[in-house]
């Protein structure tokens, strides 16, 4: 295990060598490309074809040359050439007046000319109704460009690295560490993100949900294309004018990819250059994927095909490198999962119909036909939960309560709706932009504070205003807690479009039958029931990662146990075992610096097991907190304790306030509790961090601080306790996962049916295990984060001693760690190695 940086550092340095060998070793191939064996002395025939196929490939050699050196050559004269910066801003600046003055004249013509109205609607929603559909088939996504404009484009995909991981931060930090590393000025580097990340149009920023600004992004390129069909029948009956994206430019755009090749730039630089030079950093920064030697990418955006395609990302016999990869499984799970609520499915029926009701005579016969099959799906779908499409769903009590899961194909069976060609619904929403139509209909009509005129069709709309009025007050009365006005808004928008929602859910029952779960679980009301799609085989969306790519780097600071990795994830896809190799080294620390014990008993010789059903008795919770009382005596600075969930540690905290063992702690340390809500945890933090400096130049009795922490909370992962903030760590038991969870008794059921015992064992019983100490060396790992750190970890559960269990641990960990039956041996050692350290600082 490295620490954070040396990770990166090694990550980087090691594959950008291989890279540039890799390359070298091309161009010297490319150097000698008539040296090829022709041993055998071949007849004529296949002496022709063999010269024949050796002048191609010098063809097609040189030419990619000349197309190299032509890319080599215009980045250089960039990098070298400020004048040309200013000459294309100049140049830009020139067009942009030039196009607004255009543009005033053709108002100032056209004003008083009465433009006609479109069977009495208005310019705005003109907007709203969908296009003629044509075709079922996938057609070839047209990326906005026209093929003559530069043939750079059309360039093949260099031999590349594509780099992941889980956050925009931790990918800010890794571009950081590559412009530090001595490959940060050589490096082609490009950095992508989503939209959301991107986009430098503020009229769609303001949008704030993802799929919204998507969709927003997706008109405004349809809405440019269709404008040189529209100039070209000006003659015609003139059509309303559409939204166009101001920095969607072709010029702008090839002017910011070559200025991100130039020099490795981050997300922020990026986003940046974009507003600065006016030119999309979404599009701009795909532009330069071709050319790129490194790609800096969210794990979302490679893991999910769609996606992968939509940015022109090729994996054929490329390299990836997924960083932060603990918990990888899960985030394939979750990608491929979708669930939807009962109050969405209702609203969806009900704006849809309205939808169709009011521009009937405007659509076309396959947009109504799909229209009506989308609308049979939720009236099915709600049908599935118990409850009636069109009665308001927070006042349908559900008769028979609880959690079932089905096969994809039994649900599509029961639901009635296996007719159906789900696959060209999918593709229908996806092609129409139904969602983000639908969305503008439902801006328009559906709040209270929109006029709308009184015609016949109008007053129908009256009916959705007050649906979703109904809606709104159904959850009040249950009694909800009120939202914070971000999460507020957010709500607003997700219950503004639903039909986004659903459509994920159908994406996922295309799925393979035997890969899946659909699990209905019915609450009191049809509103507060859902069906949920549940991934179960996450191998068969990674499996064609792994057959493309030339090499999968799977890394992270703590993987251990490796075993969920190989079986569930790349042996499931086809890997062959002999392909994968496992590469773990020793922490940079050296091993005096580390104390870690696994505790069999407490103080008062009590057994400490945390089982759900001793983990409660009062015994145990004193013991626990006689065990704190004792470590914070000798342990300076901070000490950070984890317990399995928050409803424990808020139980164990209440019981110390009644038995005064929390009075004995504050003595000692000041208390912090790690807060629920994520926008807490920074202050937290402060204060922590603050209290334990505080007490550490002063002196006197207070000698630092106590954070009480969750397994798999906002401490246990990304946030660093090195130094005095973490001098030792404490873990309460063993955060097994829920397993009444039906998801995961699913699971379970999957993996022993599917997957062979392992050493004599259930696959569903080390899954558990798996999942209990993966948790646990992400905690433990959080205090020991350079090399002079020093700290001691603390296991109180005897468990963690057997065999099975003890082999779990990181190998830097497992082989210092020492077993104390009782607790005075223990005490002894970690007084000893805490006063040992301060000597020696």
């Known amino acids: 295990m490295f620490s954070k940086e040396g990770k990166s550092l090694s990550l980087i340095c090691g594959a950008l060598s291989w890279l540039r060998d890799w390359e070298q070793k091309r161009r010297q191939a490319e150097a000698r490309p008539g040296s090829a064996d022709t041993a055998g002395q071949p007849d004529w025939v296949t002496a022709f074809v063999h010269k024949k196929e050796q002048r191609d490939m010098v063809d097609r050699l040189k030419e990619e040359q000349i197309r190299r050196k032509k890319r080599e050559d215009r980045l250089e004269k960039i990098r070298h050439n400020v004048q040309l910066k200013y000459t294309v801003k100049r140049k830009r600046c020139e067009e942009d007046e030039a196009k607004r003055l255009l543009q005033l004249s053709k108002e100032a013509l056209s004003q008083g000319a009465g433009e006609g109205v479109l069977d009495q609607l208005d310019h705005n929603e003109e907007e709203l109704i969908l296009a003629e559909y044509e075709s079922d088939d996938e057609r070839k996504v047209v990326s906005g460009l026209e093929e003559e404009e530069d043939d750079d484009l059309e360039e093949d995909h260099v031999t590349k690295i594509y780099y992941c991981s889980r956050t925009h931060s931790q990918l800010s930090q890794f571009v950081r560490e590559v412009q530090k590393s001595p490959f940060g000025k050589d490096t082609r580097l490009v950095s992508l993100g989503s939209r959301q990340n991107l986009c430098v149009n503020e009229e769609v920023q303001r949008l704030g949900a993802l799929q919204l600004i998507n969709d927003r992004c997706m008109e405004m390129q349809k809405n440019k294309h269709e404008k040189k069909s529209d100039e070209e029948n000006e003659g015609k009956k003139r059509r309303v004018s559409r939204t166009t994206c101001p920095f969607y430019s072709y010029e702008q755009m090839q002017f910011l990819r070559d200025e991100v090749l130039v020099e490795v730039k981050d997300i922020e630089q990026l986003v940046s250059l974009g507003r600065e030079s006016r030119a999309c950093p979404y599009y701009g920064s795909r532009f330069a994927i071709p050319a790129a030697q490194l790609v800096v990418l969210p794990y979302q955006m490679l893991l999910h095909e769609p996606t992968r395609n939509a940015a022109g990302i090729k994996l054929k016999d490329q390299v990836v490198i997924i960083d932060e990869a603990h918990n990888l499984i899960d985030t394939i799970t979750c990608i491929h999962s979708a669930e939807v609520s009962g109050s969405q499915l209702c609203c969806a029926h009900s704006q849809l119909s309205q939808y169709m009701e009011r521009y009937r005579k405007r659509l076309k016969a396959k947009n109504l036909m799909y229209i009506k099959q989308i609308l049979y799906l939720l009236e099915q779908f709600v049908a599935m939960l118990g409850g009636n499409v069109n009665q308001n769903p927070g006042c349908q009590a559900v008769s028979q309560t609880g959690t079932v899961l089905k096969s994809i194909n039994d649900f599509l069976f029961q639901s009635q709706i296996d007719n159906i060609n789900l696959f060209k619904v999918q593709r229908y929403c996806e092609k129409s932009l139904i969602s983000r139509k639908l969305f503008g209909f439902v ?108 090499a999968v780097i799977i890394a992270g600071g703590t993987m251990q146990p490796v075993a969920d990795f190989r079986e569930q994830l790349l042996c499931c896809a086809g890997v062959d075992p002999a392909r994968i190799v496992e590469f773990s080294c020793g922490h940079v620390i050296p091993p005096e610096n580390i104390l870690p014990i696994i505790l069999c008993s407490g103080p008062s010789n009590q057994q400490l097991e945390f089982t759900y059903q001793t983990r409660d008795l009062p015994q145990m919770m004193d013991e626990t907190g006689r065990i704190l009382c004792n470590l914070c005596n000798v342990i300076p600075g901070g000490v950070v304790c984890f317990f399995p969930s928050y409803e424990y540690e808020k139980q164990v905290y209440g019981h110390w306030e009644k038995t005064g063992l929390l009075s004995r702690l504050a003595a000692k340390k000041k208390i912090f509790q790690e807060p629920k809500k994520a926008n807490q945890v920074e202050q937290v933090l402060v204060e922590y961090a603050k209290c334990i400096k505080r007490c550490s130049q002063t002196g006197g009795q207070m000698t630092g601080a106590l954070l009480l922490s969750v397994v798999g909370g906002k401490m246990s992962e990304g946030i660093n306790f090195s130094d005095d903030l973490g001098r030792c760590v404490i873990m309460v038991g063993m955060p097994y996962p829920n397993i009444r969870s039906p998801e995961l008794q699913e699971k379970m059921t999957w993996l022993d049916k599917t997957m062979p015992r392992a050493a004599g064992q259930a696959p569903s019983k080390v899954l558990i295990e798996n999942l209990c100490m993966k948790a646990v060396n992400q905690s433990i790992g959080r205090a020991i984060r350079h090399q002079k750190d020093f700290a001691s970890i603390l296991l109180l559960d005897h468990r963690y001693a057997r065999p099975a269990i003890f082999n779990k641990l990181p190998q830097w960990i497992r082989e210092r760690t020492q077993v104390k039956p009782a607790f005075g041996s223990a005490f002894a050692e970690l007084r000893k190695f805490h006063r040992g350290k301060l000597d020696a600082l």
């Open 443 to 550: 801006e328009r009509y559906g709040g209270p504070a929109s006029a709308v005129k009184t015609n016949k069709e109008n007053q129908k709309l009256a009916g959705l205003q007050n649906f979703l009025l109904t809606l709104q007050q159904g959850s009040d009365k249950e009694g909800a807690p009120q939202s914070p006005p971000e999460e507020a808004e957010h709500d607003q928008l997700r219950t503004a479009s639903p039909l986004m929602q659903i459509e994920g859910f159908l994406s996922a029952l295309t799925n393979a039958n035997q890969d899946g779960r659909v699990m209905l679980n019915r609450q009191g009301t049809v509103g507060q029931s859902s069906l949920k799609f549940l991934l179960l085989n996450p191998a068969v969306h990674f499996a064609k990662v792994v057959e493309e790519c030339r």
